[in-house]
């Protein structure tokens, strides 16, 4: 039998990610602050502990898939964290997408425990995480990475090294920053030809057929009613939260100033998201811009 494998954190992402480690015969031990989110692993075989550094305690590899920077630093260097109880020779894979500078501090703070960490954030969304078909963009040692794709694998079709340790990262924030940019852009295109008396769905199909098609418009489509499955077909909930993409773009920009590299329609972007956060949006799915649109302009 397979080797036991920890997991830390079952959100909208992290839940059915371990279902696909649970699915390919993985025996997990998983923990996550709130209790509710446990329930539905427990039921299908996981055992669930307390916290982070019992999950270290217990088993040599573990993924953990956390909201932003912060939580990452308490779920591994914190009071109750991986590395009070990791095992010698760990591997610990963090597939969050948070600062390049964090994940490096991080694979430091693994090293003096004998540990080594590696960044794998992805790329997908809910469904690609539901049907085991995330991009994972992997950061850290070559020599382990054979280690993590064997794991990685059941749960992307993509597992891509980019280098040492903090790549995957810097990977993920550019894939990112179009995501954001993409998604706007459909929005207002969607809006506009609403506007002008075309019927979204026709419109969505001839974008789709030419030149302006994206993931966007092809697979997430932000108008309710174009598209089933996806998050505008249910008033917006599950899916990417709009707090988190307003992360993300604040990675970019972060980034971008360090580097003194131009960003303008990714700082434009970041506005937008920052602004929506700010109107109620925070925990509505990224796709919600199109409903800010609408809002903006019956407002005028
Ligand atoms: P989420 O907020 O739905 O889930 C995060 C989970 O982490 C929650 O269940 C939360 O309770 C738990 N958590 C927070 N702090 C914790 C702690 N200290 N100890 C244990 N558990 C803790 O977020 P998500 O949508 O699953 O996203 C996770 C990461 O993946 C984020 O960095 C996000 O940017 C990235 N991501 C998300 C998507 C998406 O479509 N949702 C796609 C690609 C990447």
Redesign the pocket.
């Known amino acids: 039998s397979k080797v036991q494998v920890g997991f830390?954190?079952?959100?909208?992402?992290?839940k059915p990610m371990a279902k696909n480690l649970l699915n390919n015969g993985y025996p997990l031990i998983a923990?996550?602050?709130?209790p509710e989110?446990c329930k539905e692993l427990q039921g299908l075989g996981a055992q669930i502990l307390d916290s982070?550094a019992e999950v270290a305690e217990n088993v040599d590899r573990i993924i953990t898939?956390?909201?932003?920077s912060p939580?990452v630093i308490?779920?591994y260097t914190?009071p109750n964290g991986i590395l009070r109880k990791v095992r010698k020779g760990s591997l610990l894979i963090d597939?969050?997408?948070?600062d390049p500078s964090v994940s490096k501090e991080m694979a430091a703070a693994a090293e003096k425990m004998g540990a080594v960490f590696m960044d794998a954030?992805?790329?997908?969304?809910?469904g690609a995480?539901s049907s085991g078909k995330l991009t994972f963009m992997v950061g850290g040692a070559k020599e382990e990475f054979a280690a993590a794709k064997e794991l990685l694998s059941c749960m992307g079709s993509n597992v891509v090294y980019c280098g040492q340790v903090g790549t995957g990262q810097s990977a993920?924030i550019c894939n990112n920053m179009l995501l954001a940019i993409g998604m706007i852009g459909t929005a207002e295109t969607m809006n506009l030809g609403i506007r002008l008396g075309l019927d979204p769905k026709l419109l969505a199909k001839i974008l789709n057929m030419s030149s302006g098609r994206c993931w966007s418009s092809d697979t997430y489509n932000p108008v309710p009613g174009v598209m089933e499955g996806v998050p505008s077909a249910n008033n917006y909930q599950g899916?990417?939260?709009t707090t988190?993409m307003a992360?993300?773009l604040g990675l970019a920009q972060n980034t971008a100033s360090n580097t003194k590299t131009p960003i303008p329609l990714g700082s434009l972007a970041h506005q937008i998201y920052r602004m929506m956060c700010a109107r109620g949006y925070a925990s509505k799915d990224f796709s919600s811009v199109f409903q800010f649109l609408r809002e903006e302009e019956s407002g005028q």
């Open positions: 830390i954190g079952l959100g909208n992402m992290g923990t996550d602050i709130f989110s982070p898939m956390l909201p932003s939580n308490d779920v914190g597939s969050s997408t948070i954030p992805v790329s997908g969304g809910v995480a993920k899916g990417f939260g988190l992360k993300d």
